[in-house]
């Protein structure tokens, strides 16, 4: 499984991006695919993910109402779009996959495949 993800860049506080993540090798039975971010010196953070089988997207309370996770199954497409942006925001962005669903999703622990990672910088 490889996951290629896209999109990142140094963008204003205030201003829009949005992430692409590209999964290749994997089967089409996946369940879930999302986003986990890791700033510098910081734990890695749960984003948002979006599940097949529940038929849900779920976000971080940081980031709910202003990101926004879309996908395209049948391109194994998961997309990000980062609105409102703030400082606090920066951080290199990862995307995942898993074949099973977990209620644990916002656990980083709980996925192997992960992408290389896109840095966003939100500054002035």
């Known amino acids: 499984v490889q996951l290629q993800a896209s999109g990142g860049g140094l963008v204003q506080p205030g201003g829009s991006v949005r992430l692409s993540c590209a999964a290749s090798g994997v089967t089409s039975d996946y369940d879930t695919m999302g986003w986990f971010r890791q700033a510098p010196g910081k734990e890695r953070e749960f984003v948002g993910i979006?599940?097949?089988?529940?038929?849900?997207?779920r976000y971080s309370d940081s980031v709910k109402d202003r990101f926004t996770i879309s996908t395209d199954n049948a391109k194994n497409m998961i997309y990000l779009q980062m609105n409102s942006l703030k400082p606090e925001d920066t951080a290199v962005y990862y995307c995942?996959?898993?074949?099973?669903?977990?209620?644990?999703?916002?656990?980083?622990?709980?996925?192997?495949?992960w992408g290389q990672g896109t840095l966003v910088t939100v500054s002035s």
């Open positions: 979006s599940s097949r089988s529940r038929r849900r997207t």
């Open positions: 995942v996959v898993r074949y099973v669903y977990t209620v644990a999703y916002y656990d980083h622990r709980q996925y192997v495949h």
